[in-house]
């Protein structure tokens, strides 16, 4: 971030804080570490860690073809699966659940349901699933959650992520060439669109948040 200009870097740093905001651990375990599929490969194994730690019960992964994701080399889910295999060969099959199908955060959820409602009715939203940590990549935790929300209100979410930085995931995103700030940017525009359309829980933007996001809407692209 050290290219950038004082306040375009302090734009970004308050938008990534804000959109990356995780939630308390939860004081006992949940019912699944439900992971919304991208390139980013920690996730999986970090549900594991989840699930090792006795912290969630089962693990769900959701993706299919999503924008941006065509470079893993297969559907988000399934690869992610394999990624958890090779972190955590002793978690059992049993335990983990893919959805396949979805290409954006409103599938993933409504279409897990499906799934779940279908071929796993005792692991149900709001039946046995109850409780959920969600893991998303950090730019889009916020809207996960608002999502869920919207769509799954008898579900308690909770958000949860690895270590990471700005700049770690700013370089990740440069290596599958999408521009960073642009990102942030659309995450926002996302968050406040999809809730004047009813797609998600509507959530006001701080005005500090506000402001970043019209700091970094304006800057010059590049």
């Known amino acids: 971030m050290n290219d950038l200009e004082p306040k375009l870097r302090t734009a970004a740093a308050r938008v990534f804080t804000y959109l990356a905001e995780a939630d308390a651990p939860p004081a006992s375990p949940v019912d699944a570490a ?6 980013d490969l920690a996730l999986p194994v970090y549900c594991g860690e989840l699930f090792v730690a006795g912290q969630v019960r089962r693990i769900i992964f959701t993706g299919g073809l999503g924008a941006g994701t065509g470079q893993l080399g297969g559907r988000e ?3 992610w699966r394999d990624a958890l295999r090779r972190s955590h060969p002793a978690i059992p099959d049993h335990a983990v659940i893919l959805e396949n199908r979805s290409t954006n955060t409103a599938e993933n959820i409504s279409f897990t349901a499906e799934l779940l409602a279908r071929e796993y009715p005792q692991h149900a939203f709001g039946v046995g699933i109850q409780s959920a940590i969600i893991v998303a990549s950090p730019t889009r935790l916020r809207r996960v959650k608002l999502t869920m929300q919207k769509l799954q ?11 990471h930085s700005l700049d770690e995931q700013r370089e990740l995103y440069a290596a599958n060439r999408v521009d960073f700030l642009d990102h942030l940017a659309g995450e926002l525009d996302r968050i406040v669109g999809y809730a004047a359309r009813g797609w998600i ?12 996001h019209i700091a970094l809407k304006q800057r010059q692209p590049g």
């Open 34 to 39: 439900i992971g919304f599929g991208v390139f």
């Open 201 to 212: 829980t509507a959530e006001p933007l701080p005005p500090e948040i506000a402001e970043a």
């Open 153 to 163: 209100p008898a579900v308690t979410v909770i958000r949860q992520l690895p270590p």
């Open 77 to 79: 889910s399934d690869v």
